[in-house]
């Protein structure tokens, strides 16, 4: 069964799986596109002529064109669970019959969830999705039917977001629109929050935002002028203990409600925006109540398609399981690029890692880009991790906020000598404590780290580098952030990544085994 997909609305991107085989991903935002962008014409175009094959189905992950209220639907809208929802027919394409097939949004979260588990088909298990519009829990059974449990708490992922806006001057009160990348940011700053005596304006804000029905209006900055924390400013100290404090609070919400709920023990699927907070991951692990966690690397929007795609699988076939790997991006492209500044040799691996022991800052590419948001060690700035300058240096070279912290890379056998740690983390989704102070590059002001493991098997090329970084430095570990222009996606051609690495002052870059020094 050959199938190709596409999600409307931010996040876009399109799939296509052959035969229980994840073939692509290509997303809207990826080579230097608008971060959370729309499929556009391009891109559509783009991945039809990626395929060798004549799709058997065309599949549409549900949307909508208006929210709050909701109204105007793409395909089977954004809400619903049971097959009943989904809208499947024949239709011609270029001249051949073949099947339309659209699932809500809320389902393909679901199903995309199971379907890129490791858990066997026919195996119950619960599941989570929380984001800007859902917070609701379900149980999935043995014929994969889905029911609802129930909601804690509606848009989790708008409200935490929202709070950030909040207390920044530089967003508007008549902002239509809250601000996808906050959420992270706000993660960021809780690590410099202290756990403090709650107080009575701290308590009344949180409450008035938790019980704010996100689903029927947004959340407005106008509407809060009257709280003490607007406009407070990003580095108030009372702001950090304020984030840190909803940060709990929004899990506790999650946490009391599948204590009192969820009483099998069965594996719990985590979907949506917020599963890429890796200190809410890390909770679900060490709370005790599922058998297993998983979290995808693509949770947020970006693996919608995907998702409608293994329910369109499931439902013309039985089988809602595919093979898959992170790596299923578009290859670098190889333009036409003016490389004069720089001297190519081979990459020697030796002479390399002396470069980033020097205080070098590289770009490194290789192969396949990744699916998800984050930076998985294929489009990447690597640096050693060992001095806080490479820190402030990183986030100069991104633009970006001195507060957001460096993640580290390592060989995922040196994860218990440098981190308290809940276990691999091979797409960097969970939350790590260090054990030692010589990793300040990629440690949070709190002493955490957002670490992601590599196994030989799965990326032996970073595997070789890091390998290599330990055999010079007796540290089996690196920084790294997303290679990408500030407000893009990751770069994925010679001619952008030429001109970033002019313009940052990179002191070069490797692409596929092949590096290009800076001339002095």
């Known amino acids: ?76 809208g954004y809400l619903g669970t049971t097959p009943d929802t989904n809208i499947s027919h024949k239709m011609k394409m270029f001249g051949q019959e073949l099947h339309y097939f659209s699932d809500t949004h809320e389902r393909s979260h679901i199903i995309g969830s199971y379907g890129m588990s490791p858990f066997s088909q026919g195996e119950p298990a619960y599941a989570l999705v929380w984001e800007g519009v859902l917070g609701h829990f379900y149980r999935v059974d043995e014929n994969l039917n889905i029911a609802e449990i129930g909601s804690p708490l509606s848009g989790p992922g708008h409200k935490y977001g929202f709070l950030y806006g909040l207390a920044d001057p530089a967003y508007p009160f008549d902002a239509s629109k809250s601000r996808r990348e906050d959420a992270g940011k706000l993660m960021a700053l809780s690590g410099f929050g202290r756990d403090t005596v709650e107080t009575q304006e701290e308590r009344e804000l949180i409450e008035r935002i938790l019980e704010w029905d996100a689903v029927a209006s947004p959340l407005r900055k106008s509407d809060f002028k009257d709280s003490p924390f607007c406009n407070i400013g990003l580095d108030s100290p009372d702001f950090h203990n304020l984030a840190r404090r909803f940060q709990h609070r929004i899990f506790e919400r999650f946490f009391e409600f599948a204590e009192n709920n969820m009483k099998e023990g069965l594996p719990i699927l985590v979907s949506g925006g917020c599963g890429l907070n890796c200190d809410w991951n890390s909770a679900w692990r060490e709370s005790g109540l599922f058998k297993d966690v998983f979290v995808q690397p693509c949770t947020n929007d970006s693996g919608s398609a995907i998702g409608t795609a293994i329910d369109a699988q499931l439902v013309h076939t039985g089988n809602a399981k595919i093979d898959w790997t992170v790596y299923a991006g578009e290859e670098f492209v190889m333009d036409d690029a003016d490389v004069s500044g720089f001297d190519r040799a081979p990459l020697d691996l030796d002479e390399f890692t002396g470069r980033l022991v020097e205080g070098g800052v590289y770009a490194w590419v290789n192969g396949r880009y990744e699916i998800g948001p984050r930076a998985l060690g294929n489009r990447s700035l690597v640096a050693a991790p060992f001095t806080a300058e490479t820190h402030t240096r990183l986030n100069a070279i991104k633009k970006r906020e001195g507060f957001r912290p460096i993640a580290p890379i390592l060989m995922e056998e040196e994860l218990d000598r440098h981190f308290n740690n809940h276990g691999p983390s091979p797409h960097m989704l969970y939350f790590q404590t260090a054990r030692t102070d010589a990793l300040k590059a990629v440690t949070h002001v709190d002493g955490s780290a957002r670490a992601q493991t590599v196994r030989q098997s799965e990326n032996p090329q970073m595997y070789a580098l890091l390998s290599a970084f330990k055999n010079k430095t007796g540290y089996g570990v690196l920084c790294n952030t997303s290679l990408n222009f500030n407000g893009k996606g990751f770069i994925n051609r010679l001619s952008d990544l030429v001109r970033y690495a002019t313009d940052t002052g990179l002191d070069g870059f490797v692409v596929n085994g092949s590096i290009y020094r800076r001339r002095a």
């Open 1 to 76: 069964m050959k199938i190709f997909a596409y999600k409307p609305g931010h996040d876009g991107h399109v799939a296509a799986i052959d035969d229980g085989r994840l073939i692509f991903s290509m997303e809207a935002e990826k080579d230097s596109g608008n971060r959370y962008g729309p499929v556009t014409p391009e891109l559509m175009l783009h991945g039809f002529a990626a395929l060798e094959w004549m799709p058997d189905v065309f599949g549409v992950s549900g949307w909508e064109r208006s929210f709050r209220p909701m109204r105007d639907p793409i395909g089977a």
